[in-house]
DNA sequence: GAAAAACATTGACAAATGATAAAAAATCAC
DNA sequence: GTGATTTTTTATCATTTGTCAATGTTTTTC
């Protein structure tokens, strides 16, 4: 399962292959079953991961116990609680698979250390930052300027595998809405 | 005016007096009236924007013509439109001054040569990501589970200058909501 | 494969928010 | 300062979304 990571660096960083070795030599191969849950409200993260195979889901519960998902993360995408990653601090999510998944995970410590000692390491923590940023933008902007169904549309058109391969449970806490509200917003298609 | 900016490097970032002299010496100070527009739609964005006095806001118009604030910088915050100014590809956003305000402003080349040359100016970037990152993170958080009354009294705790210092249209507008609504809002406390 | 659990749909009703219009209040421009 | 313009409030009604309850469907578990 490594090659899949050293072939994501290899196509999406300038980079040499002694750097990815040194790179994914740091990861770990980490096998979850379906609503596993691999990060806990409360818990400092000390892991981010890198989704070989299935999907792996970062969410939120409020003071109803409602489920809020903040992000989705599928095949070739990693996903970690970032904040609390990078500062050591306890986390306000939970991260669990929403399928069976295949993972690679690397802990703070092993980050911290191929950080300081490759380039590539620096590059993928500016690059996870820019990429969060950007989704974290344009769910924002979707929320300011999108209805429910305008939002599930435009969810259809740019994130269709959240549609097709998740519960409407999920795919409603992530746009924000009621499972009722989402099942009335298919009908009337 | 750079003073501030310098005083501003000296208390966050671990730096030296040389190079903040060197990063700060690459802005330039310019003045605005309230209302007056920094970006356009459709614009590639060349500057990035440290506010010294007053506040200037980031806001999309939707097909219907609606504003939709993004982000609001006071004193002592920096504002962009990151992707643009990185990718120096065009923005969907517009910045205006939301007061009369007083900025130090960097250019895309200048601010590019100096992250070669300091360190500070990389510390800048990433942070300012980092500080992005987490302002529509927990913007993105208030649209996923809360209502907008509740959104306004987190509004109210967290960031009360913006409720204090604008307009409610730009208030409603960076809820999220009508004017009336927040004007009912308002009024049933 | 049957029972249990979880999930999805539908309907009736309630609550929140938007749209429109008009009046009141505040601000701006000269 | 005064009239014009913009912003805010208020009211009414329409629409969207949520809540609750009942039922049907799918998935899990043993």
Same mark, same amino acid.
């Given at each position: 399962? *490594?090659?899949? #990571? =050293?072939?994501?660096? /290899?196509?999406?960083?300038? *980079?040499?292959?002694?750097?990815?070795?040194? %790179?994914?030599?740091? @990861?770990?191969?980490?096998? %979850?079953?379906?609503?596993?849950?691999?990060? #806990?409200?409360?818990?400092?993260? !000390?892991?981010?991961? @890198?989704?070989?195979?299935?999907?792996?889901? /970062?969410?939120?519960?409020?003071?109803?116990?409602?489920?809020?998902?903040?992000?989705?993360? @599928?095949?070739?995408?990693?996903?970690?609680?970032?904040? $609390? @990653?990078? $500062?050591?601090? &306890?986390?306000?999510?939970?991260?669990?698979?929403?399928? =069976?998944?295949?993972? #690679?995970?690397?802990?703070?410590?092993?980050?911290? +250390?191929? *950080?300081?000692?490759?380039?590539?390491?620096?590059?993928?923590?500016?690059?996870?930052?820019? %990429?969060?940023?950007? *989704?974290?933008?344009? +769910?924002?902007? $979707?929320?300011? =300027?999108? $209805?429910?169904?305008? !939002?599930?549309?435009?969810?259809?058109?740019?994130? &269709?595998?959240?549609?097709?391969?998740?519960?409407?449970?999920?795919? /409603?806490?992530?746009?924000?809405?009621?499972?009722?509200?989402?099942? !009335?917003?298919?009908?009337?298609?």
């Amino acid at each position: 399962m *490594t090659e899949q #990571l =050293k072939t994501y660096f /290899a196509n999406n960083f300038q *980079t040499t292959t002694a750097e990815i070795e040194q %790179v994914v030599s740091a @990861f770990k191969e980490k096998i %979850v079953k379906k609503n596993e849950t691999l990060i #806990l409200k409360g818990d400092t993260c !000390r892991y981010t991961y @890198f989704v070989c195979k299935g999907s792996v889901r /970062a969410y939120f519960i409020d003071d109803e116990g409602q489920e809020a998902t903040r992000y989705i993360a @599928f095949e070739n995408q990693f996903i970690t609680t970032i904040h $609390s @990653f990078i $500062s050591q601090t &306890p986390t306000n999510e939970f991260i669990e698979a929403t399928e =069976k998944a295949v993972l #690679l995970e690397i802990s703070y410590g092993d980050f911290k +250390r191929i *950080t300081e000692e490759t380039s590539l390491a620096r590059d993928l923590y500016k690059r996870q930052l820019e %990429v969060a940023y950007m *989704t974290n933008h344009w +769910r924002l902007e $979707s929320f300011l =300027k999108m $209805s429910a169904k305008q !939002r599930y549309d435009f969810l259809l058109q740019t994130n &269709p595998a959240i549609i097709q391969r998740l519960s409407n449970k999920i795919v /409603a806490s992530y746009l924000g809405i009621t499972q009722e509200s989402l099942s !009335r917003i298919k009908a009337q298609k």
